[in-house]
């Protein structure tokens, strides 16, 4: 198949340091490519691939040229695709609910996968607006908020299996991964890991928007020994920094749509301590790659509770459910569906 896949330009594909959307775009390229198939991928110039690329801006914007109009860029991607729509068996855009106007009207088959939280305020509206436009969702709990949309699948993120390489060992300290902001839960971590007696170790951006939070709530408890703050880590970086760890603490306090850092901690053989939301049950088997818990008294007896996790089974758990190979498979044949039809 000839297949397009519109990237976020925010961040390169793969991204340099955070960023999760553009991480799975990657992947499935790159697999997609593998099984075969001829893929384009609409992304910044700095974005690596195996498929081809076709550049629509020269650098992603988080980290690009200071003042850059995200706007301009957004209408240089579908500028860039309306010119070539006629060049693809199908359009695969990774961009939420920005191109569905003109995907409509080109007379090519598209489906969006959406990567975002769907709870949001006039999301019902646009949904009425493009009824016969197909969705994929994350988890089955991201699509809840959106029932009249036309879900044509649940495809859970997958991460390549020897990208990450696992640690048997026991681990030496709690680990935390993400961005930081009040409801991804890094004082519910600080405050876990000081009641488990066990040094944390944050691996974290700090958003502009959220700068005055962490100065605020974060920085002075991080004391630089028993609350380490390691900043952004890159692949090359994350795989150390997850194996060496006795777990990763992930107390989440909004509907998570799937959560890319508890798989990575997985292929590790790391297992994780998360809050009930959002996703997580759906990606974590309690008493097997983890713990499901509802509060912080509950993730500290967890943290007691570690032992009795079969770290190699926590990896082989990864490798049966969240690898990139299951995903490009699953992609596969929504795409085929959708020519088919």
Same mark, same amino acid.
């Given at each position: ?10 961040? *390169? ?16 390229? $790159? ?15 700095? !974005?690596? %691939? ?20 995200? !706007? ?14 006629? $060049?693809?068996?199908?359009? /695969?855009? /990774? ?40 969705? &994929?969702? +994350?988890?089955? /709990? ?5 029932? $009249? ?7 859970? /993120? ?13 681990? *030496? ?9 009040? $409801? ?7 405050? +876990? ?47 150390? #920094? ?34 009930? *939301?959002?996703?997580?049950?759906? &990606?974590?088997?309690?008493?097997? %790659? ?13 943290? *007691? ?12 758990? #990864?490798?049966?459910? #969240? ?19």
């Amino acid at each position: 198949m000839r297949i397009a896949q519109l990237a976020p330009l925010a961040e *390169s594909v793969p991204p340099k340091l955070y960023g999760g959307t553009e991480r799975v775009v990657a992947w499935l390229v $790159d697999e997609l490519v593998e099984l075969g198939h001829d893929v384009t991928l609409f992304a910044s110039g700095d !974005s690596r %691939t195996t498929g081809k690329l076709h550049p629509v801006w020269p650098r992603a914007l988080r980290l690009g040229r200071k003042g850059a109009d995200p !706007s301009a860029a957004c209408a240089m991607l579908l500028e860039a695709i309306a010119r070539r729509a006629g $060049d693809f068996d199908v359009i /695969h855009s /990774h961009v939420d609910w920005l191109p569905l106007p003109l995907l409509s009207r080109l007379g090519v088959p598209f489906l969006t996968t959406m990567h975002g939280r769907l709870d949001l305020p006039g999301l019902p509206d646009v949904v009425r607006q493009f009824p016969e436009a197909c969705f &994929v969702s +994350i988890s089955d /709990h991201q699509r809840l908020p959106l029932p $009249d949309a036309k879900w044509v699948g649940t495809i859970q /993120h997958g991460l390549p299996s020897e990208l990450l390489q696992p640690s048997y060992e026991e681990g *030496s300290y709690l680990a935390f991964l993400g961005r930081l902001t009040e $409801d991804k839960g890094p004082e519910d971590a600080i405050r +876990i890991a000081h009641a488990a007696r066990m040094p944390l170790r944050i691996a974290a951006k700090i958003p502009r928007a959220e700068t005055a939070y962490f100065r605020k709530h974060l920085q002075p408890r991080i004391d630089g020994e028993k609350i380490q703050l390691v900043g952004e880590v890159d692949d090359a970086q994350k795989q150390p #920094f997850l194996s060496r760890a006795a777990a990763l603490l992930f107390p989440i306090a909004w509907p998570e749509p799937f959560g890319l850092v508890m798989i990575e901690a997985m292929a590790c053989g790391t297992p994780v301590i998360a809050y009930r *939301s959002g996703s997580v049950p759906e &990606v974590i088997e309690h008493g097997l %790659t983890g713990f499901i818990v509802e509060n912080e008294e509950q993730a500290v007896e967890a943290i *007691s509770e570690l032992g009795k996790l079969d770290r190699r089974r926590v990896r082989a758990r #990864f490798e049966e459910r #969240f690898t990139a190979h299951r995903m490009a498979r699953q992609y596969e044949d929504r795409y085929r569906e959708l020519i088919a039809a």
